[in-house]
T-cell receptor
Framework: NAGVTQTPKFRILKIGQSMTLQCTQD?????MYWYRQDPGMGLKLIYY???????DKGEVPNGYNVSRSTTEDFPLRLELAAPSQTSVYFC???????????FGPGTRLLVL | GENVEQHPSTLSVQEGDSAVIKCTYS??????FPWYKQELGKRPQLIID?????GEKKDQRIAVTLNKTAKHFSLHITETQPEDSAVYFC???????????FGAGTILRVKS
């Protein structure tokens, strides 16, 4: 099993551009999460999903959108990139009834 | 909502000494408390966890204790080694959405 994979590893965006961060898991987990981690800071929940077709906002959802059309994939969309979105983005997943979250390797995003 | 406070924010110890990191949580309904280790530039990885029906759990040099009455839990690392240097995050589980609320993190430096 590859676990949780994320692409790209690193991206530079110009202000106002848009992009999609990809997240895929092969563990058949129902729950998936997107976090952002600013330099020297903790993990803040952006959006989460409890299953295909169901998503909900986390602590810091403004400026982001998500969709969950399959169990495996949970993409995060940035529509109008702003410097405040410069961060490392982690995707995570957990099983139905299981609390342990497994993290992907992260995507480092720089908005200039 | 749930709030998790973590102390200290930084901790320096000599190799071979013990390290203790403490967390408090606010939601008395939380019943699962994991600890994650994050090395520089890497993803958070689960190192140990504890459930509310257990007061202490050990795994080699690391242990976690839980005091449900006081709503606090601690990570203990004995015989610290340079490879223990990392950022450690505690978290408390929220049943709604199967979410984790993370503490702000502790930077542990083990000096050799």
């Amino acid at each position: 099993n590859a676990g949780v994979t994320q692409t790209p590893k690193f991206r530079i965006l110009k202000i106002g551009q848009s992009m999609t961060l990809q997240c895929t898991q092969d563990m058949n987990h129902n729950y998936m999460y997107w976090y952002r981690q600013d330099p020297g800071m903790g993990l803040k929940l952006i959006y989460y999903s409890v299953g295909a077709g169901i998503t909900d906002k986390g602590e810091v959802p403004n400026g982001y959108n998500v969709s969950r059309s399959t169990t495996e994939d949970f993409p995060l969309r940035l529509e109008l990139a702003a410097p405040s979105q410069t961060s490392v983005y982690f995707c995570a997943s957990s099983s139905l009834g299981g609390e342990t979250q497994y993290f992907g390797p992260g995507t480092r995003l720089l908005v200039l | 909502g749930e709030n998790v406070e973590q102390h200290p924010s930084t901790l320096s110890v000599q190799e071979g000494d013990s390290a203790v990191i403490k967390c408090t949580y606010s939601d008395s309904a939380s019943n699962y408390f994991p600890w994650y280790k994050q090395e520089l530039g890497k993803r958070p990885q689960l190192i140990i966890d504890i459930r509310s029906n257990v007061g202490e759990k050990k795994d080699q040099r690391i242990a976690v204790t839980l005091n449900k009455t006081a709503k606090h839990f601690s990570l203990h690392i004995t015989e610290t080694q340079p490879e223990d240097s990392a950022v450690y995050f505690c978290a408390a589980h929220m049943e709604y959405g199967n979410k984790l609320v993370f503490g702000a993190g502790t930077i542990l430096r083990v000096k050799s």
